[in-house]
């Protein structure tokens, strides 16, 4: 069925650090793809999408590109801020499906 | 943009009693509400799926008669946890799609309840 690989946390970076949380999928046809993010104590907010193969998500300095041919959806940013501290959830919708399938979460951690 | 409105927020409820989640849809239609319950540090666990105006459809392993789901208008449905145990205990997150119909958009998530069976 279908998946979603992330890498394990907790990811531990310095203020204005560069980051990668990596994301892969399994699935069949052609999913989207999101990142989402949760701040300590509430719900998920959607952070970015991408519908279609090498499209590029992008919002609040992060961004994620589509890659069919390595099933990936890698989530980078070129400065961090204490203020990204949170949990962030890779997921995808299969193609003409409802049901979000989500990856394990990364938390990360943003030091002054 | 589209908000999905969850409470109470907080519930500390004793073992036996039951508890009603709320999630409106402010500005949207809801069709098509997600619940799912999140363990502390894990990802979230898709509970069942409510439509408005049928019944919901459960996950595998998970109790109808436990988790009475209700979507009775486009922008309302609840959960209602009865007979709560400790074990019951958890973050229950609600969503909707943004667009409804399409999962094309993303989803729109409330902002979760925290429930403690003491």
């Known amino acids: 069925g279908d998946s979603v690989t992330q890498m394990e946390g907790p990811v531990t970076l310095s203020e204005e650090a560069f980051l990668t949380i990596n994301c892969t999928y399994t699935?069949?046809?052609?999913?989207?793809l999101f990142w989402y993010v949760q701040y300590p104590g509430e719900g998920l907010q959607l952070l970015l999408k991408a519908t279609k193969a090498d499209d590029k998500g992008s919002n609040k300095g992060f961004e994620a590109t589509y890659r069919k041919e390595t099933t990936s959806f890698h989530l980078e940013k070129g400065s961090v801020q204490v203020s990204d501290s949170a949990v962030y959830f890779c997921a995808l919708s299969a193609a003409g499906g409802f049901k979000t399938i989500f990856g394990a979460g990364t938390r990360l951690f943003v030091k002054a | 943009g589209a908000v999905v409105s969850q409470h109470p927020s907080r519930v500390i409820c004793k073992s036996g009693t039951s508890v009603k989640i709320e999630c409106r849809s402010l500005?949207?239609?809801?069709?098509?509400m997600f619940w799912y319950r999140q363990f502390p540090k894990q990802s979230l666990m898709l509970m069942a799926t409510?439509?408005?105006?049928?019944?919901?459809?459960?996950e595998q392993g998970v109790e109808k008669d436990k988790f009475l789901i209700n979507h009775a208008s486009l922008t309302l449905s609840t959960l209602t946890v009865t007979s709560a145990h400790p074990e019951d205990s958890s973050f229950y997150i609600c969503?909707?799609?943004?667009?409804?119909?399409?999962?094309?958009?993303?989803?729109?998530f409330g902002s979760g309840t925290r429930l403690t069976v003491v």
């Open positions: 699935a069949t046809g052609y999913p989207s």
């Open positions: 409510s439509n408005e105006g049928s019944k919901a459809t459960y």
């Open positions: 500005d949207f239609q809801a069709t098509t």
């Open positions: 969503s909707a799609p943004t667009r409804a119909g399409s999962s094309l958009y993303g989803y729109t």
